[in-house]
């Protein structure tokens, strides 16, 4: 049984091996380096670190990282979501998104942001599931780890409640 919560300090290093699995597979990720967990920790909001957990096993992650510094901008936020392997095709990354999207209203974020390697179909599927939309493609924006020119689809997800003036 999947348990959706809220990620404990304590549980950074099964983000890592799950992000390390996004990184070998090079279709999650431009990245090609694993981050320190103390890294990982500074580049991510402090609330919306949400897992979906096997007992004590980490099957799959969402966290929010801020998309800039300047004040205008503090109700967007990018979502980085991933799934262990092993775990996939179990509707795990749409539970966390769902919770993601509630729990990011919650805490005064008006828009979702993700950038998504326009080949990841489930993915982009996943988000346009959860209301989410399509704002636009980024050609050839980056080289996969395979040194391959990617596009980027990227998604948003405005919130109907928060930030509206």
Known sequence: MITIKA?????IPQILEIYDQGLQLGVATFNTVLPSAQ?????HHQFCRIGAYDGDLLVGWAALSPVS????YSGVAEVSLYIR????GQNIGSQLLAEMNGQSEENGIW???ASITSTNEAS???CLKNGWRIIG???KIAKDR???WQDTTIMERRSESVGIG
């Open 137 to 139: 493609i980024r050609e």
């Open 69 to 72: 510094s300047r004040e205008c």
């Open 85 to 88: 392997n092993g775990y996939k």
């Open 111 to 113: 828009t979702l942001y």
């Open 7 to 11: 990620i404990p300090k304590t549980d």
């Open 146 to 148: 395979f040194g391959v």
């Open 39 to 43: 890294k990982w920790d500074e580049n």
């Open 124 to 126: 982009i599927k996943m």
